[in-house]
């Protein structure tokens, strides 16, 4: 009450309160909100707190677009917005540090891995990138590392071209292990050498062995043809086909090379030299030798001048 005996009246007018039934009560679910956000607003907390609060949507919105079918692209939006939360708190890759490419280049790499700018290393599982680099047949194994908080280590194993295999009219360029790395290639891997036939790319490592072991026939094959997936047959540059054993064919080509020592026989007009058979050696004349060969040949008495 004031000297002239009235009481003081408030600056702002009172609001009239609602008549009881107008507004329905707020659910548990919303006054869970609104506790929440007074909670998570309050510093240091605010930033994790607006992280956290995001999953709970994210999750909430997640389980209801996978239930109308969408839930690879929920998949793809909720990766999206973990990494970059993550990379809000300073786990963004900064650093990519790549040993042991030659082939492969740091952008096929990384693309095969699905690393970008937007990635980060807390959210980043090292078994699928490495089981997406290993996709590519030119990776042969593939170790990932994390080193936190921002730094990303892979050291790669290469396959390296080892051999050329033909088949179908088509040549490819494959590991030692008959992986192939590139397919229909033309000139590329021309000083490799070169295997045919179904079946040569799982041989060619123990193929091109017995080659090394016989440096004076390994030079003068152009390419070995697999028969059957059981045996090999050599063609030379000149032209001539070696017919090699399934069995001892290392010993054929001893008998190959004292052959041509005592009477040059990789120098002879032949086409075939037959050495499958252990004691014998056979061999198919060219089309002139057998004519000249005909020619030279003793007449039979009684045939006609």
Known sequence: MDRGGRFPRPVRPRRKLAEPGNYAPPTRFTLFLRRALVRLSTPPLSRLGIFLLASLFAATGGYGAARGGHAEAVMIALRDAGDAAARSFGFGIVQVDIRGARILTRDELLHRAGITSQSSLLLLNPESVRAALKQDPRVAEVTVRKFYPDRLDLVVEERQPFARWQRAGQTHLIANDGTVLESDVTTKGAELPLVVGSGAE????????????????????????????????????????????EEDAALALERLITLDKTKQLLSRDVTVIDLRVPDRVSVGLTDEAAAALKQKAPKRKGADS
């Not at 060619?204 to 152009?222: H, M, S, Y």
């Open 202 to 245: 799982k041989q060619v490592t123990a193929f091109v062995a017995l080659l090394d072991r016989f440096p004076a026939i390994r030079d003068v094959v152009r390419a070995g043809v697999l028969v059957a997936e059981r045996r090999w047959n050599l063609r030379l540059r000149n032209g001539i086909d070696v017919r090699l054993p």
